[in-house]
């Protein structure tokens, strides 16, 4: 094989001979470099393809058996609370039954008109619509149905707690009242010696003016307060003795004179019944007795009519 090469500027050429050996070489690298660039062309993408796609699917894998795991433990929180929300729906639904059954038995024993205090029903609600954003009314939000259920739940609740509230008011202002109600004897124990009026004084035997009534009895018998009220007078007090007065309110006021011993001091606040004092003789006594008055706007009033009377 003979290969000649020419100069471009001088014209110049040369040749070369090759031999049988020379020349299988030479065809094989002409051949072989064409060859071995095609098969890396083709080769080479192909193996960095599958290495990429192979990192791919296992990032992809790990992403979605996270996401699986994060969707299945949102489902057991989501089935745990609602199991809880369910447990509280019916603790309201019992609560609201025993504030009814409260409700409807205080009302029977206020005795209060029918009707007033309504537990058992659906609270009466109203007002003008409020036409809110627009656009709003055209989608109205639905919440879930055990949402639904407790929000209504929460305003019964809210409604009996409130007609509760006033109810106990009314019964508050009622028991004052009651409290304060001037009735019954002034002695647990013990008789009427002398009435309001006039009568023969026991000392010096003229007629004069009793302002109250007398109860005699056992020495150290309890004396006590016949409605509640503060006590504005503790002590020894001319004619009296040893004198407890109790300020009622509404412009009564009661005494009880010739005590033994007082139980109660200036400004305590007594209860109806309570034992304010123990009956004896001291003051202007001929025995042991309690002197008992009643005033009304300062004035002394006959007590038989609050004796006589019965508690409200």
């Known amino acids: 094989m003979k290969v000649i090469l020419v100069s471009e500027r001088g014209g110049i050429s040369r040749s070369f001979n090759f031999g ?28 960095e393809s599958d290495v990429f796609d192979s990192r791919a699917v296992k990032a992809w894998n790990k992403a979605l058996r996270k996401q699986q795991e994060e969707i299945t433990e949102a489902d057991r929180q989501a089935r745990e609370q609602l ?55 055209d989608m109205p939000y639905q919440p879930p149905e055990f949402i639904a259920a407790i929000s209504e739940l ?10 509760l509230s006033t109810l106990d008011t ?37 007629r004069s003016w009793h302002k109250g009534v007398d109860f005699a009895g056992k020495s150290g018998s309890d004396v006590v307060s016949v409605a509640a009220g503060v006590v504005t007078w503790a002590e020894d007090r001319s ?22 011993e007082i139980k109660v001091k200036l400004g305590d606040v007594v209860k109806k019944g309570q034992i304010i ?18 005033y009304k706007d300062n004035r002394p009033v006959d007590p038989a009519t609050y004796i006589r009377r019965t508690g409200r």
């Open 277 to 294: 004092a123990q009956m004896g003789s001291s003051g202007r006594s001929t025995g042991p007795h309690v002197h008992f008055e009643v």
């Open 20 to 47: 049988g050996l020379s020349k299988a070489l030479l065809s094989l690298c002409l051949l072989g470099l064409p060859v071995g660039a095609l098969w890396v062309g083709a080769n080479l993408p192909a193996a």
């Open 154 to 163: 929460s305003d019964q609740i809210e409604d009996r707690q409130m007609q």
């Open 83 to 137: 199991t809880a929300l369910t447990v509280k729906l019916a603790e309201m639904q019992a609560r609201l039954t025993r504030l009814d059954a409260l409700g409807e038995r205080l009302t029977t024993l206020a005795k209060l008109d029918e009707g007033e205090f309504q537990f058992g029903s659906t609270p009466a609600v109203g007002g003008p619509e409020d036409p809110g954003i627009a656009g709003a009314s």
């Open 239 to 260: 004619g009296y003795g040893q004198l407890v007065e109790i300020n009622h309110g509404n412009g009564y006021k009661t005494r009880y004179g010739h005590n033994s």
């Open 170 to 206: 009314l019964l508050a202002s009622r028991q004052l009242q009651d409290e304060q109600f001037i009735a019954g004897r002034p002695i647990s124990r013990g008789w009427m010696s002398s009435r309001y009026g006039y009568r023969t004084d026991p000392f010096s035997g003229r």
